[in-house]
């Protein structure tokens, strides 16, 4: 590994350079031609305005399972987009299972 490459590595370890993720996994796919998946918790990533609704799939979990929901096809997040919310405070709470802060029960002891 070229030591240019790990440098590179080592700085997006730090948490407040998650911001560059998306301008760099841009890069990557104009580069590269292939596809780019990025599954994020991240409201720092979410954030991006370059971030186009085409490009954002929320994965909305309900009592029969989690649904795939292009962030484009609802109304609602197409609404809050133009009344001046990011995506990440729109997507946060809309994938947030119900009753998520009981998960921390399963960590360790």
């Not at 070229?2 to 560059?20: A, G, P, Q, T």
């Not at 841009?26 to 031609?33: F, I, K, L, W």
């Not at 979410?46 to 929901?69: F, N, S």
Request: hydrophobic share 40%; net charge positive; aromatic share 4%.
């Amino acid at each position: 590994m070229s030591r240019d490459l790990r440098f590179r590595r080592l700085r997006l370890r730090n948490w407040k350079n998650v911001r560059v993720l998306p301008q760099m996994l841009a890069r990557v796919q104009r580069r590269s031609g292939r596809q780019v998946f990025v599954s994020t918790h991240s409201p720092d990533l979410l954030r991006d305005e370059g971030i186009g609704l085409d490009e954002a799939m929320l994965l909305v979990p309900g009592a029969k399972g989690t649904q795939v929901v292009p962030a484009g096809s609802n109304q609602e997040v197409r609404k809050l987009l133009e009344g001046g919310l990011s995506l990440a405070e729109i997507a946060m709470p809309k994938t947030r299972p119900k009753n998520a802060a009981q998960l921390a029960a399963f960590g360790d002891a």
